[in-house]
């Protein structure tokens, strides 16, 4: 497990070496992001690019998560941990306090906290007793968890002094291909990411006066611990099933995609997919 472990690092650091996307510009000095799901996978990849690129990082994240450890690597002048459960409100709104407090302002929200996991609707005439209590806990976490940081931040970036554009902030939002083509046993996480593309465009809209602007990724198949938990045969599979590249995603190519997102002032209520044209199977 450890040589693992060892392995995944050398990939990481050999794919930000060979990338393009892996290019350092500076591009977000001066900025402060919040990222949820901070500590693990795609979000992790955010934050690290964002340090990179110079910003200031507040990563939030479950207590039981290693968001204390990642801090700490990455330096404590530029990111901090707040745990965060993103379903309810007093942790979000104790991670904008320490946002503020710590560093001033914000600019930047990436939505990346999420849980995945089946809930089968597999028989109407048979008593499921979980059934309705997973289905609520997919929503609370990943469609709630959302829209509650969206309307909690806005406080906080409402208070920046807009740019030329009159721009105060952006968020990103990440959904999944889910939203598009849900899969057998995928009822309650399909709906739990289609909600987030469908608030995506109004929320844009009734923020714009604020010059907030929102807009949301719906990746495919990225190489993170969510996808890592299924079997190596199962992970091979859905590999093969990316048209081009036929590989699974680099969590730093989805933030490359978050960068250029929050740094394009025109890309607004809209919801991108970033799967290398897959398209799932119905079986
Ligand atoms: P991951 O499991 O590596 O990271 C998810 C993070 O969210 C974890 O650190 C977890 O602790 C955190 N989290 C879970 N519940 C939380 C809560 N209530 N409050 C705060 N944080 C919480 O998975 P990932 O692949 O990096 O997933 C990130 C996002 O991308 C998720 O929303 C996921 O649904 C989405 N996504 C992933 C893929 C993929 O292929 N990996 C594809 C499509 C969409």
Redesign the pocket.
């Known amino acids: 497990c450890q040589s693992d472990e060892i392995f995944q690092h050398f990939e990481r650091v050999a794919t930000l070496i060979i990338m393009p996307h892996a290019m350092v510009t500076g591009a977000l000095k001066g900025m402060v992001a919040l990222v949820?799901?901070?500590?693990?996978?795609?979000?992790?990849?955010t934050v690290e690019r964002f340090l990179r690129q110079g910003s200031k990082v507040v990563i939030?994240?479950?207590p039981?998560?290693n968001?204390v450890e990642l801090a700490t690597e990455l330096g404590k002048d530029s990111s901090i941990f707040c745990p965060?459960?993103?379903?309810?409100e007093k942790?979000v709104q104790a991670a904008l306090s320490v946002c503020k407090e710590k560093f001033g302002k914000l600019d930047i929200v990436v939505?990346?906290?999420?849980?995945?996991g089946a809930c089968k609707v597999y028989n109407f005439n048979k008593k499921q007793p979980h059934l309705l209590e997973e289905f609520q806990k997919m929503i609370?976490?990943?469609t709630v968890?959302t829209f509650n940081v969206i309307r909690l931040s806005v406080g906080l970036m409402g208070d920046n002094k807009p740019n030329e554009d009159g721009q105060r902030g952006v968020i990103v939002n990440?959904?999944?291909?889910?939203a598009f083509e849900g899969q057998q046993g995928q009822a309650a996480?399909t709906a739990s990411?289609a909600a987030i593309v469908g608030m995506t465009l109004p929320i844009s809209r009734d923020l714009a006066s604020t010059g907030i602007r929102v807009n949301t990724i719906?990746?495919?198949?990225?190489?993170?611990?969510?996808?890592m938990a299924c079997p190596e045969k199962v992970q091979k599979s859905l590999a093969a099933a990316v048209p081009f590249p036929s590989r699974?995603?680099f969590?730093e190519e989805l933030a490359h995609l978050v960068e250029v997102i929050v740094l394009n002032p025109m890309m607004n209520g809209e919801t991108v997919r970033l799967d290398g044209a897959l398209r799932m199977q119905s079986k």
């Open positions: 949820t799901g901070g500590a693990s996978g795609l979000g992790r990849a939030c994240d479950i039981a998560s968001g965060t459960d993103v379903s309810q942790d939505n990346c906290a999420g849980i995945a609370d976490i990943n968890g990440i959904a999944s291909v889910s996480y990411k719906a990746p495919g198949l990225f190489k993170t611990p969510m996808l699974l995603g969590p």
